[in-house]
């Protein structure tokens, strides 16, 4: 319903962005400033991965800390007021990676790996309660 009141050229516009994402993801060997403008989610990807392959293994291991600002060779003005790089990555996993290393994204797998068990046994046990009681399958 909701989607049927947007308008067509908005639309048209988001569906454009969505499709674009896959590609804008690529990562580019020479990156131009059309290029950039372009797929600047692949550029910024590009930069982590690199600046992550520099660190040395403390680095790597525990991350640069939350107030790191991640240099992609001067055009931070394409998409910030910051001076020095940008501070907040559109791919959230790299984010953390670059910020908190290994360990971070470890723990954060584990977070939702954690959290994913316990809601499927929650759902499994309410689906077992519901039988009981002599309900249907509502859930899982």
């Not at 067509?8 to 131009?32: L, R």
């Not at 692949?42 to 600046?51: I, K, V």
């Amino acid at each position: 319903l909701t989607l049927c009141l947007v308008p067509e050229s908005t639309m048209n516009s988001f569906v454009g962005k969505i499709t674009n994402s896959f590609t804008e993801m690529s990562s580019v060997n020479i990156w131009t400033q059309d290029t950039i403008v372009q797929n600047w989610r692949g550029y910024e990807l590009d930069c982590a991965f690199s600046d992550f392959d520099k660190a040395d293994v403390f680095t790597k291991l525990f991350g640069r800390g939350f107030g790191y600002l991640l240099p992609v060779n001067g055009l931070e003005y394409l998409v910030t007021d910051e001076a020095g790089g940008i501070n907040t990555l559109h791919n959230g996993y790299i984010s953390v990676l670059i910020k908190n290393g290994l360990f971070g994204l470890a723990l954060l797998v584990i977070f939702f790996a954690v959290n994913i068990a316990r809601a499927y046994r929650v759902a499994k046990q309410e689906r077992s309660y519901s039988r009981q009681l002599g309900g249907g399958d509502c859930c899982l």
